[in-house]
């Protein structure tokens, strides 16, 4: 969703990334960011509190009418279904990410 979104270009694509992580291990209930994925990707969780809540934003109010195709397609099951996964509330994400 954010190849289509000019706001996010300017972001580093290693912390883009790694955002999208910790958003998604949020939003699936599988844990923080641990010291690993720390020490791997060279973010602390801090650091990407920002860009999360910016991507959970994004998800919540996008437009159904945009990238049809996109949708549908990670809507399968063979993709484990992952455009059906519900965005988090703001308030549950903010408690979330204080306690990572």
């Known amino acids: 969703i954010t190849l289509q979104e000019y706001d996010y270009a300017r972001e580093s694509p290693s912390k883009l990334a790694a955002s999208c992580l910790l958003l ?4 699936k209930n599988l844990g923080g960011w641990t010291p690993t994925l720390e020490y ?14 910016r991507l959970n934003f ?8 945009k990238l049809k ?6 809507s399968h099951r063979v993709y484990f279904e992952v455009a059906k996964i519900p965005p ?6 903010e408690e979330l990410l204080k306690s990572c």
């Not at 994004?58 to 009418?65: A, G, K, V």
């Not at 988090?88 to 994400?93: C, E, Q, V």
């Open 40 to 53: 791997y990707s060279g973010y602390c969780s801090q650091d990407l509190h920002p860009l999360v809540k």
């Open 69 to 74: 195709a996109v949708r549908t397609k990670y």
């Open 24 to 27: 998604a291990l949020a939003m």
């Open 88 to 93: 988090l509330d703001m308030l549950k994400l």
């Open 58 to 65: 994004l998800l919540t109010y996008q437009p159904h009418d």
